[in-house]
């Protein structure tokens, strides 16, 4: 019964909510507090909230930015030109296995995506087709199969049948 259990959070939180909005009014009722103190109080932590906030960020930045999970080569590889349209692609039969291979992604017309399932129907990768422009998508496949592609944005009345596949092997 999962519309239940979100009838139930959802009262549980407007209900929290409420006691909330209720205790603040109540507080805000009994006596006005002097400006002084609210600035002595409030403002000795936002003096330094600043600092803190961005000492934290250059922090989070320094340590994720080299697990990027994007290669930072992403054109070493044996090349293969895809072209979508409206509303198929234009792929090659076969893709060798175990060998790393790019693919330089483009649009003939508008914009659609470039998505590759696995054999087993899982999305393993995927970017954009964009007209003019060519996306570098770096793969290296090790299961054998046949891997279907998928257009991953609307891009007209064929968009939901627009699919084709390779073989890896
Ligand atoms: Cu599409």
Redesign the pocket.
Known sequence: MPGLLVLKIFLGVAIVAIAAMVAMALYGASSPVPQEVVFSKGYAVRRYWLVAVLVGAAAVFAISVPHFPYPSAATTGRHYTII?R??FFALPAVIPVNTPVVFDVTSAD????FGIYNPRGRLIGQVQAMPDYVNHLPFDFHVPGRYTV???????I???A?QGSFFVR
């Open positions: 979508a409206q509303y508008v914009n659609h995506g998928r257009c991953l944005e609307y891009c007209g064929g968009h939901a627009m």
